[in-house]
């Protein structure tokens, strides 16, 4: 019932910046707690940024000050803008809504070429 579509991932070279976008069709997006996270194959899923229904929004230390999520409830869309983009950044991001349950989106591949 509740779905998050990603987009926006894709290759870059290291030092670009992509936007990622998630679109979600639930009503309750404005009051859920939003955040990205990302995977790499073999590895834990990790927290990206978070951002509350009041725009208070937090960052893992890897990616502070190159990344900014933000949230437009008037059109149920949650963005991670990457800026700086490393290697390291390689990986499958996801977007997560949190409201009584915890919903997750399908993920985008976001490549960073050396």
């Known amino acids: 019932q509740v779905q998050l579509v990603e987009s926006g991932g894709g290759l870059v070279q290291s030092g670009g910046s992509l936007r990622l976008s998630c679109a979600v069709s639930s009503s309750i997006f404005s009051l859920a707690f939003m955040g990205w996270y990302r995977q790499v194959p073999g590895k834990q899923r990790e927290l990206v940024a978070t951002i509350t229904s009041g725009d208070g929004a937090d960052y893992d230390d890897d ?52």
């Open 63 to 114: 990616v502070k000050g190159r990344f900014i999520i933000s949230r437009d409830n008037a059109k149920n869309t949650l963005y991670l803008q990457m800026n700086s983009l490393k290697p390291e950044d390689t990986a499958v991001y996801y977007c997560n809504l949190k409201w009584g349950g915890s919903y997750w989106g399908q993920g985008t591949q976001v490549t960073v070429s050396s």
